[in-house]
């Protein structure tokens, strides 16, 4: 740099001495201004050699602002993940809990009377059994879409009865389904389910709907789902009954 220094000016001394008259003033200007650009130059040079240090604390000045955004944003995204993740999870789990300690939903082979009742039931075949004074059994008709027909022997509960006295089932209720584990249900009005039902080939005889347990004096298997069935009898001849007897009753929802 000092020789640069020095070549420069030499140059301008000689420039100068080539036009000494004219621009002395100038030219001294110049030679201080040159100068000065060196002076820069050189300070610049030293910036840049001392840049890496203040770059070094600009950047860790940075990442020190930086970091509580990232951190903040960091957490916001932990936040979400844990608002996004944990909360149906802790819903699954309360709605999983209330189910299992309130309703005993998770009790298998259960029947399950929910909805417009003042006691939502969980029912244990055994304690079905024990209903003696609501138990119907008899042979039931059935007529099938296609004119199939037949005789079934079934044991079971009067369904109103059951909703009555022990659902406690209310006033106001207007649709009780019939809801089995594959999804298949069937819909009564209270009407239909406290009303006779009939048999075409033996007109004298009355039928309740029950909720059966034992056909034709066999329970069910639970190894075929939930051992119960509703059995229905005709409203008049010519009722196709069968496709209302829903098997494997999951639950009978009352709204
Ligand atoms: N759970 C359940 N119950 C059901 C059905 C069904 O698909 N799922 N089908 C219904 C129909 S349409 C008929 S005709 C009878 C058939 O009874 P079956 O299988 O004893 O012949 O079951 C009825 N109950
Ligand atoms: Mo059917």
């Known amino acids: ?21 004219a621009a002395d003033a100038p030219i001294n200007n110049e030679i201080n201004d040159t100068i000065e650009e060196i002076d820069d130059e050189i300070n610049e040079k030293n910036e840049d050699t001392n840049e890496p240090e203040a770059e070094e604390d600009e950047k860790t000045d940075v990442p020190v602002i930086e970091k509580p955004s990232e951190e903040e944003s960091e957490n916001e995204e932990l936040t979400e993940e844990i608002s996004g993740q944990e909360e149906p999870i802790i819903e699954e789990v309360t709605e999983e809990g209330q189910i299992g300690e309130e309703q005993g939903e998770n ?33 039931f008709y059935s007529l099938n879409n296609f004119g199939t027909t037949g005789y079934t022997r079934f044991k079971g509960v009067k369904l109103w009865d059951l909703l009555k006295n022990e659902g406690i089932i209310n006033p106001e209720a207007s649709k009780i389904s019939i809801i089995a584990q594959d999804g298949y249900s069937m819909e009564f009005t209270p009407e239909q389910v406290q009303m006779e039902y009939m048999d075409e080939t033996n007109p004298d005889n009355k039928y309740p709907m029950i909720i059966a347990w034992e056909e034709n004096g066999r329970e069910y298997s639970l190894d075929e789902g939930n051992p119960y069935k509703l059995v229905v009898g005709q409203k008049e001849p010519g009722d196709i ?7 494997n009753i999951d639950l009978i929802l009352v709204e």
């Open 241 to 247: 009954n069968k496709p209302q007897w829903v098997s």
């Open 107 to 139: 009790i298998e082979n259960t029947l399950k009377i929910k909805g417009l009742v003042e006691k939502e039931l969980c029912l244990t075949l055994e304690e079905l059994k024990a209903m003696d004074d609501i138990i119907f059994e008899a042979d």
């Open 1 to 21: 740099m000092k020789k640069l220094l020095i070549l420069l000016l030499a140059i301008f001394l000689i420039l100068a001495g080539c036009s000494q008259d």
